[in-house]
């Protein structure tokens, strides 16, 4: 399914923690994420188990290593107005407000730049201001061993393909059928996460399932194509990269146990 969530077999050969932890109407936040995974690595601290962290979304786990900035609350007006803007004219207008952002953004980069104009002006403070300032993490207090994997990005694209057949294959379809059910507000993180709207679109007959498969395939190796870029060039230098997909993950794991 969309969500990939582990079923009865790999649940109990492993506990996997934070699967359908939210239910899709409640907008999850990397602040809010990272709040319950604390929780969860607290308790595996506590119970003398091993908690591996893993997962593709860069943004949160920056967000619980280290801490968030403590952004105020922004003014609706100010973010409705920064929401309504196009790309080009959100963009024109950060580098002349927070020059600093622009300058490492893409000019792309529609959410991000928003995000900065928004801060800006409501808080009358840069992004970087408040990114200085970040608190709650938890780097300084576990022992951290971290992996990247960075596989031949043809075998990753191919898994990515195979992946998305599968999921349609394995009640995909009935799982955005319930979506849809609901009639959820279409900007919420779930009716716009990586495969949602494709299958929407199949199920509502506005695509055909060749066609839901191709446009699915596609979101899905350029979302991978943004992890990677990510993951290759955000961490921390001395964090060790794995660029093969044959690692010997029972050494590696080994090692972790010693």
């Excluded at 280290?66 to 922004?74: L, N, Q, S, V």
């Excluded at 898994?159 to 955005?176: K, P, S, W, Y």
């Excluded at 509502?204 to 899905?220: F, N, P, V």
């Amino acid at each position: 399914m969309l969500a990939a969530t582990p079923d009865a077999d790999e649940q109990s050969q492993c506990p996997h923690k934070l699967y359908g932890a939210w239910d899709g109407a409640e907008a999850c936040s990397a602040a809010d994420w990272a709040a319950r995974a604390k929780q969860e690595i607290a308790a595996a601290h506590s119970a003398g188990a091993l908690p591996v962290l893993v997962g593709g979304t860069g943004m949160y786990i920056k967000v619980l290593l280290e801490g968030i900035a403590p952004i105020p609350e922004i003014d609706p007006e100010i973010r409705s107005q920064v929401r309504a803007m196009d790309t080009a004219q959100a963009y024109a207008a950060l580098k002349s407000e927070d020059a600093e952002r622009a300058a490492v953004l893409e000019s792309a980069d529609s959410q991000r730049i928003a995000r900065a104009l928004e801060v800006v002006r409501s808080t009358g403070k840069p992004l970087s201001h408040w990114q200085a300032r970040k608190i709650g993490g938890i780097e300084s207090e576990i022992e951290l061993h971290p992996l990247i994997l960075l596989p031949d990005r043809d075998w990753l694209y191919d898994r990515c393909d195979q992946r998305f057949v599968q999921m349609l294959d394995n009640g995909a379809i009935v799982e955005v059928e319930a979506l849809l059910s609901r009639n959820l507000a279409p900007d919420l993180p779930v009716m716009r996460a990586i495969g949602v709207p494709e299958v929407a679109e199949l199920v509502k007959g506005d695509l055909s399932r060749t066609e839901a498969i191709a446009a699915g395939q596609q979101s899905t190796r350029n979302y991978a194509k943004r992890q990677y870029t990510w993951f290759r060039r955000q961490p921390p230098e001395e964090w060790p990269r794995a660029e093969s997909p044959n690692i010997d993950f029972d050494t590696y794991f080994a090692l972790l146990l010693q």
